[in-house]
């Protein structure tokens, strides 16, 4: 009879929407290869620049599950790595890997040396700084990075860096501020509009979330984005299609890496040499660069008729509730095939 293997997941802040699609991911690829799964949620290692005090006081009553996987209790291991070693540096991460000694171990996200890792391609922000020096014409491109801690931010950064230089565009460090990969980064959005007041026609960031802190910052200024300054993110989380305007990004779905870190293990368990992995990203042009995406035409389209025929005003304001309370990069096609069959209903 064929083993069934078993697996554990080491994935920090489950209540965070990066670990939690990389579960399902996980999970989804577990089930489907017969695999047993099992998933240590913990925190961040040394969460020092958290001002969450009480998790500060307990995390480590999270981060002691490290130990349930010693001693060679499950066939492989896999580590998501960004979220768990964020205030670390790779050899602090190094050092609780070497604890699974014997063990086939691969992370997610953050390459460690002499270890596999499942991660997204880098090349998203090459096609970002790409888009906007040549169909926007952008020269004074902002870039707000993730913690020079991350391996993954480094990396991002080196692609705006070497994007810039394709195109013949001077590196100015006075363009750079380094975020942290949260919501909470306006400060350093707002010192780079400072060092730059009129002088910064697009900006770049490194994940979704620190563009949403960027957005409230350039609004404050009375700036249009989209006009005024371009901004582009990273990661095409759902809230980026809703933002206004929606935004430009990198599309990297983070539940494939859940799916190809399972079958990574898989492979090596069959006897496969371990490599690293890498999970293509998709550029995905919205308003927010200067383009206009297909949910802003159709909004667009509803409220027209909305204006244009009172009479069934009330009708398609549900409608429209009903499409974009749920229009995002998962389902845009099911919702695509309601438009068009409220526009054939109307006859247009």
Known sequence: MKKRHSIALFVGHMESRFSEEIFLGAAHAAETLDINLVVFPVRFLEEEHTNDHLS?????????????????????IIIETA?????????ALSDILKRFSGTPVMTISEKIENYPCISFETNGIDLEIDHLVKKHKRKRIGFVSGPSTN???????????????????PFDPKLVVEGDFTENCGNVVEKLLDANSGNIDAICFANDLMAVAGYKEINKRGLSIGKDIMVTGFDDIPQALSMKPPLTTVRAQYRELGVHAIKAALLVLEGNAPADTKVETTLIERDSCGCKCPVTSD??????????????????????????????????????????????????
Do not use: W
């Open 151 to 169: 391996l993954e931010a480094v990396q991002r950064f080196e692609k705006y860096k070497s994007a810039l230089k394709r195109h013949g565009i």
């Open 83 to 91: 979220v768990i070693g964020r205030y670390v540096s790779p050899s």
């Open 299 to 348: 909004r667009e389209y509803l409220e027209q008729l909305m204006l244009t025929d009172p009479d069934i005003s009330a009708f398609m304001n549900k409608i429209h509730d009903i499409i974009f309370a749920y229009y995002n990069n998962t389902n845009y096609q099911p919702n695509q095939r309601l438009i068009n069959l409220l526009r054939n209903c109307s006859g247009v």
């Open 56 to 76: 500060k006081k307990y995390h480590y009553q999270h981060n002691c599950m490290f130990s349930y996987a010693e001693n060679n209790s499950f066939d492989a």
